[in-house]
C-alpha cells in the first residue's frame, strides 16, 4: 500500500526566508498530489494540487514541485511570514481513485 | 456558504457510551468522508459515501457506521465508546466533477473516552 512520508521535525526559518517542505511516497505514483494547511484545532485546508504530467505549479507564494522518478514533491513557500507558521500536510490519490491518503505532515514555525 | 459545519465541538463520553457526530455541507458535494486524527498522526479514513444511499468503509472502520440519507448530511456513530476512539474526527467534503479532487473539511470534533 502506498506510504507518505513528511519530516516530523518541525521546520524552523526567519521571515523573508524560502520554506521548503518535503513529500516522499514509497509505492506506485500517484495521478495526483495535494497540499494541505492545517491550523492548531481546525481543519486542513486546501492549497494545491499537481497532476502526475505536470512539474511544477504556483499559486502566489507557494510553489509546488513533483518529480515520479525520486517519488517526491517538494512545497515551497516564498517570502515566508510568520502567519504562515501551521502545518502542513501532502496528500496522494488512493490508486488513482477519489480517495485520499494523507501524511502526517511538517510543522513550519517563521520567525519575524 | 457555511462549507462543511460539524457538531459537537468538543464531548467527553465514558466507556461504553454511544453518540452521534453530525456532520453537514451545503455545497451539493456527492463525496463524503470521515477522517480521525490523532497526535502526530496523519488522517486516517474511517468511512466515505460518494452519494446519497451510498456509504462504505475505509481504512479504521471499527467501532463506527453512518448514513446517508440525504446529499448534506452524514452522521458518524459510535455505539460503545472505547478508549481508543479517543481523537479528533474531521469531515469533508469534494465535488464529483472529473478532475476535481480537493476536499473541504469541518473544524474538527475533539472526543475523549474516560
Known amino acids: 500500500s502506498q506510504k507518505i512520508e513528511q519530516n516530523s521535525e518541525a521546520l524552523n526559518i526567519q521571515e523573508g526566508k524560502t520554506a521548503t517542505l518535503t513529500c516522499n511516497y514509497t509505492n506506485y505514483s500517484p495521478a495526483y498530489l495535494q497540499w494541505y494547511r492545517q491550523d492548531p484545532g481546525r481543519g486542513p485546508v486546501f492549497l494545491l494540487l499537481i497532476r502526475e504530467n505536470e512539474k511544477e505549479k504556483r499559486k502566489e507564494r507557494l510553489k509546488v514541485t513533483f518529480d515520479t522518478t525520486l517519488k517526491q514533491s517538494l512545497f515551497h513557500i516564498t517570502a515566508s511570514q510568520p502567519a504562515d507558521s501551521a502545518t502542513y500536510l501532502c496528500a496522494l490519490d488512493d490508486d488513482g481513485g477519489f480517495k485520499t491518503i494523507f501524511g502526517a505532515g511538517t510543522r513550519l514555525f517563521v520567525k519575524a | 456558504n457555511a462549507g462543511v459545519t460539524q457538531t459537537p465541538k468538543f464531548r467527553i463520553l465514558k466507556i461504553g457510551q454511544s453518540m452521534t457526530l453530525q456532520c453537514t455541507q451545503d455545497?451539493?458535494?456527492?463525496?463524503m468522508y470521515w477522517y480521525r486524527q490523532d497526535p502526530g498522526m496523519g488522517l486516517k479514513l474511517i468511512y466515505y459515501s460518494v452519494g446519497a444511499g451510498i456509504t462504505d468503509k475505509g481504512e479504521v472502520p471499527n467501532g463506527y457506521n453512518v448514513s446517508r440519507s440525504t446529499t448534506e448530511d452524514f452522521p458518524l456513530r459510535l455505539e460503545l465508546a472505547a478508549p481508543s476512539q479517543t481523537s479528533v474526527y474531521f469531515c469533508?467534503?469534494?465535488?464529483?466533477?472529473?478532475?476535481?479532487?480537493?476536499?473541504?473539511f469541518g473544524p474538527g470534533t475533539r472526543l475523549t473516552v474516560t
Open positions: 455545497m451539493n458535494h456527492n463525496y
Open positions: 469533508a467534503s469534494s465535488s464529483s466533477e472529473a478532475g476535481s479532487y480537493e476536499q473541504y
